[in-house]
């Protein structure tokens, strides 16, 4: 069972469109994480959200907690082609004892 | 200050050949993970330590795959022996006390058993 699920798997756009990648859960999160990976690299930490409601932006990433905490939202605004990589979201429950559970993550392709 | 440590990059080895891989923490944190990671997939754990002990390794599949953590620096995760369902990407991360921190990674471990 997939508590964490994220889509689209994939996305493909072109430099200067805006895309919004999602991740869903039937649990409740004590805390989620977004995080992204470059070929060749571990992933990277870009941000936390532990407040229902809860709206953070890093430069053009704009990460979006749900009100009820279930699910979060990392929406991009005029995607370059160094946004390329997988975004991958982790979040903790009380039922995995507040460890990370990861998605599969969504890999992004930026085309100049 | 220097992140994550792994070594090898890269091995390519034969099915049944045993294969090892080493990682190096974060001065200070107390906790490693060791991950398996196909290819455009999300991470997969199959470790956790917190200092020299492995609080959860329920998904690692211990009729091969072995790991330790001497002294609770430094980390090696061995399979013997390897499986071409092996292949995949062993990252090690690190944190400072565990729980839901942010994990530190290293650039991982590409193996290639043929």
């Known amino acids: 069972t997939q508590l964490l699920e994220q889509s689209p798997q994939f996305l493909s756009i072109q430099e200067g469109e805006n895309l919004t990648v999602y991740c869903n859960s039937s649990?409740?999160?004590?805390?989620l994480q977004w995080y992204r990976q470059e070929p060749g690299e571990g992933p990277v930490l870009l941000v936390t959200?532990?407040?229902g409601g809860e709206v953070k932006k890093l430069k053009r990433l704009t990460f979006q907690f749900g009100d009820a905490r279930k699910d979060s939202s990392l929406h991009i605004t005029a995607a370059q082609p160094g946004d390329t990589g997988l975004y991958l979201c982790?979040?903790?429950?009380?039922?995995?004892?507040?460890?990370?559970?990861w998605g599969a993550g969504t890999k992004l392709i930026i085309k100049p | 200050e220097a992140g994550v440590v792994q070594s090898p990059r890269y091995k390519i080895i034969e099915k049944k050949q045993p294969v090892a891989f080493w990682c190096n923490p974060i001065s200070g944190h107390n906790t490693l993970y060791w991950y398996l990671q196909n290819l455009g997939q999300g991470p997969e754990l199959l470790i956790r330590y917190e200092n020299e002990e492995a609080v959860d390794d329920s998904q690692l599949p211990k009729d091969r795959f072995s790991a330790e953590r001497l002294k609770g620096v430094d980390s090696t995760l061995k399979i013997q022996p390897a499986e071409l369902g092996d292949s995949a990407v062993y990252l090690c991360a690190s944190s400072f006390g565990g729980g839901a921190g942010e994990q530190f990674f290293g650039p991982g471990t590409r193996l290639t058993v043929l």
């Open positions: 982790a979040g903790a429950y009380r039922d995995s004892n507040y460890q990370l559970i």
């Open positions: 649990s409740v999160f004590s805390s």
């Open positions: 959200v532990v407040t």
